[in-house]
């Protein structure tokens, strides 16, 4: 087992439907585990509290996938803030979307935070489901971890 000074839980983050933590420090790398849309300190997993979600006139779900994937890459910059290190350290991310016609959405929200030459790495597919029914996109990371690979002086 790895030690517990590896492994990093936000402060405020929703709980999570199992025990994990949020970035674990691992051989050079940090692993951040996939985020969604749910608002910090909003309680469990099933609380309800996601960006991105209303319901129209007639009672239906009405989903914002670019404010979803907006919220989740401020998650994910989030938790690798709690270890000191920011978006740019990520080399790769898995992105798991439920609907492929969320795509086109999904990438405008990407590309306000990544472009083709500094961005990581990226895999996209679309999964059945999510954690929640109120997910529609969650995005988990690998970063360099800097006092690892931080230039020789």
């Known amino acids: 087992m790895a030690p517990a ?3 990093f839980v936000l402060p405020r983050r929703p709980k999570p439907t199992a025990p994990y933590p949020d970035v674990r420090r691992a051989g050079g790398l940090l692993y951040v585990a ?3 849309s ?5 309680g469990s997993a099933d609380s309800g509290h996601f960006v991105g979600v209303a319901t ?4 239906r779900t009405v989903y914002d996938v670019e404010a979803q994937t907006c919220r989740v890459i401020q998650a994910l910059r989030d938790a690798l803030g709690l270890v000191g290190h920011a978006l740019d350290d990520l080399v790769k991310v898995n992105c798991y979307l439920v609907d492929l016609a969320d795509m086109p959405a ?3 929200a ?7 030459k500094t961005g990581p790495v990226r895999t996209t597919v679309v999964v059945k489901n999510l954690p929640h029914k109120d997910i ?18």
């Open 110 to 116: 990407y590309a306000r935070f990544f472009d083709a």
């Open 34 to 36: 996939g985020a969604s």
């Open 136 to 153: 529609r996109v969650e995005i988990e990371g690998v970063a360099l971890d800097r006092a690892v690979h931080a230039p020789k002086l």
């Open 5 to 7: 000074e590896h492994a």
């Open 38 to 42: 749910r608002e910090p300190g909003t």
């Open 106 to 108: 999904f990438g405008r």
């Open 56 to 59: 129209d006139a007639d009672g």
